[in-house]
Every structure is written in structure tokens, then in C-alpha cells.
């Protein structure tokens, strides 16, 4: 969504990121090689090859969307996921920081954080209705 987002701007009229990946998330100690050897098996055995491709594209993904002109001057909301903020480890660390920095990619950008895991959609769904309503509301004057 953010690359499209930013490749194409005059077809999007706002944004909703529901605790969306940034576009350095698996940089640093995010990237695969510093998860712990659990994680890395279980994603190894547990993932389609459709995701295992989708994480390999994410460093040449997230250097594109940088790479293009901010979305702005129009809606942004971000629900960030406020559980995971509890994490210390190392890696809870470096994603705990970038789901900070999101909003600095988004200027105008509201950071909603949403008292969830990962799984917002389900385990918040009246968090993401409310975001979308809130950007349609934004919107209807400028609506076609």
C-alpha cells in the first residue's frame, strides 16, 4: 500500500496502514539472519512460498518506497500495535523503533496505537472501521 501509495498519488485519496511493515523493517537487527533460530524455523516450515517470497522482495520494496516522494497533503492514519511495544529484546527493540518511525515517513500522519498484538484487523476490527471512517469523513467534500 505505501508503494503504491507513493508511486501513485493522484490515484489514492487517503491511507490506512494497519500495523504496516516499514520500509526498513527487516534492515539491522530486523533483518532474518538476527531472529532467533525458532522463529526462523518455524517461518521456514510454517510459511508459503508466496510469503517467503513477499519477505525476500521487502529490502527492495522498502528501498523503492523511500526512494519516491512522501504521501501527503491527504489522510494518513497508522494503528501501531501497542502489545509488541513491550517487548526488550534486541529485535523487539529495532521493531519497536521503527513502528515509532513510521509516522516520520507520513508527516501529517495520525499514529493511533491500538491496544493489540499483531492481529489488529482481528483482534481490534472497530480500530480499523473507525480509521477508514475517519478518512472517508476527511474526504467527503472532495469525493467525485
Partial sequence: MQLFARRYPDEVHALVLVDSTHPLQLKGAGSPKNWPTWVRVVFSVAVSAVAKEELTATDATGEEILGLPTFSAKPVII????????????????????????????????????????????????????AIREVLSQLQPSLP
Fill in 79 to 130: 494503528l501501531s500495535a501497542l502489545r509488541p511495544m513491550k517487548g526488550t529484546s534486541a529485535l523487539a527493540n529495532d521493531g519497536n523503533e521503527k513502528r515509532k518511525d513510521l509516522a516520520r515517513l507520513y508527516p501529517d500522519a495520525r499514529q493511533i496505537w491500538v491496544d493489540s498484538d499483531h492481529g489488529i484487523p482481528l483482534e481490534k476490527p472497530e480500530s480499523v472501521i473507525w
